[in-house]
């Protein structure tokens, strides 16, 4: 099919790339102690990118038995496009690392899921106080082939899987998540069902500034809205991220590391290489608070003279843009950071992410999840807080702890204690 249609293109067009993924995804949901709802599904598809003199033209489908059909859509689309003055090419072939998998989810089927998902209902029976309303249990396993007329023809197989999860004690209800490469654990549901039990009592607190120790998690939707985009080339570009124009400045606090990590098999979205087949790697953003680099794919590694970071992402049916791979802040020296306050609140979920604003750092957010902190030890849970302030700003006076967990979307993060926040209350 890829070799029919590399054969087509050829006579046709300048320079082209087909982007080809096959998905298997499995999803079961649990009602009681019963599937309530499974869906297995496979979809494979292809994306043409092609140019002609300049003119760049993209097209998918779902049917692979008209892939030249696709090919004609692209060509139409790039004749009737503009010429981009900046493309020069597509990526050239280069060497890969072989990344170990754990194979354990390739066959991971219904059977191992339903087991799954009855232990994960079974750990929290103990909990009478609590209700599972929803859980939901997701493995999507695959394969990306990408191929393109300067030579690059890579392909890998990958799997990972997901659990979600909605509990709820009275007139409180949080959701949960976890997500791996590796067969979920269930213990993992006690876990989130005691931080539910930990939200029981809640109180409000008075408005004022105080430290703020974040959990992985909450630290984690900060950090994917603003940090994200702040290391983008193509935001840098455009001059949107606070961080154009400071390579080289001190711009966090000195406790402060981060790379962008590509290659370590253990963590969530490692990969040989990227959407446009450039080979991933691991990225120095900021060393002890300096600023060194930001992520690229390969268009705009070339328009700026730079290498391409191995950070393109793409569906079939879209252009590549530039995303982190795992996002690492490193760990720092601290065991116990709450032990060390007086006072203060312990978030580990927010709400309202969507109205920060990722260019100036500037944020309000609702708190869903988090304790009072009186001496060293948790409290009570929080009711209506609000916590604000700008993330740029506070990450240049921060305290870090020893222990790097799994955050989400794509964030391994330490315990963060910021020592002056704005928190609204009562």
């Not at 949901?29 to 496979?42: F, H, I, K, M």
């Not at 007329?149 to 990958?158: C, F, I, K, L, R």
């Amino acid at each position: 099919m890829i070799d029919s249609a590399i054969s087509y293109l050829k006579k046709r067009v300048d320079s082209y790339e087909i982007f080809y993924q096959d998905l298997d995804v499995l999803s079961v949901s649990l009602q009681g102690n019963v599937p309530d709802n499974v869906t297995e599904g496979r979809t494979a598809g292809v994306g043409v990118r092609v140019e002609i003199k300049k003119k760049i033209g993209l097209a998918s489908t779902l049917n692979l038995k008209n892939i030249k059909e696709c090919c004609d859509a692209a060509i139409k689309f790039a004749k009737l496009n503009d010429p981009d003055p900046f493309f020069v090419k597509f990526p050239d072939p280069q060497k890969y690392v072989k990344l170990k998998q754990d194979k354990r989810l390739f066959n991971f089927g219904f059977e191992e899921a339903e087991s799954y998902l009855k232990k994960c209902s079974g750990e929290i029976k103990e909990y009478k106080k609590l209700k599972l309303s929803l859980i939901n249990y997701t493995r999507t396993h695959g394969s990306t082939r990408i191929v393109n007329s300067e030579g690059v023809d890579a392909e890998e197989t990958s799997a990972v899987n997901s659990r979600f999860c909605e509990m709820v004690m009275g007139d409180i209800s949080l959701g949960f998540g976890d997500e791996d490469i590796v067969p979920l654990k269930a213990i993992k549901m006690k876990e989130d069902a005691l931080r539910l039990l930990q939200m029981e009592k809640r109180v409000q607190v008075k408005t004022g500034i105080m430290p703020i120790l974040f959990h992985p998690e909450a630290l984690s939707q900060i950090v994917a809205e603003a940090l994200h985009f702040s290391f983008d080339a193509e935001n840098v570009l455009l001059k949107k991220s606070f961080l154009g124009g400071k390579i080289g400045e001190q711009v966090f606090d000195k406790n402060i590391s981060i790379i962008d990590d590509g290659l370590s098999p253990e963590k969530l979205h490692a990969k040989s290489f990227d959407d446009e087949g450039t080979p991933s790697q691991r990225t120095t953003l900021i060393e002890k608070g300096v600023l060194k680099g930001f992520l690229y794919d390969f268009y705009h590694a070339l328009r700026e003279k730079k290498k391409s970071t191995g950070n393109a992402i793409r569906s079939i049916a879209s252009s590549p843009s530039i995303t982190p791979s795992n996002f690492c802040i490193g760990s720092g020296k601290k065991l116990n950071l709450m032990k060390e306050m007086d006072s203060g609140l312990y978030i580990k979920g927010l709400m309202g992410l969507h109205t920060m604003n990722p260019s100036t750092g500037e944020f309000s957010l609702n708190v869903s999840e988090g304790q009072v902190i009186k001496n060293g030890e948790m409290g009570d849970g929080l009711k209506e807080v609000m916590i604000a302030g700008n993330i740029f700003e506070l990450l240049k006076d921060v305290e870090i702890g020893k222990k790097v967990e799994y955050g989400g979307q794509g964030n391994y993060l330490p315990h963060i204690l910021f020592p002056k926040v704005n928190v609204v209350g009562k």
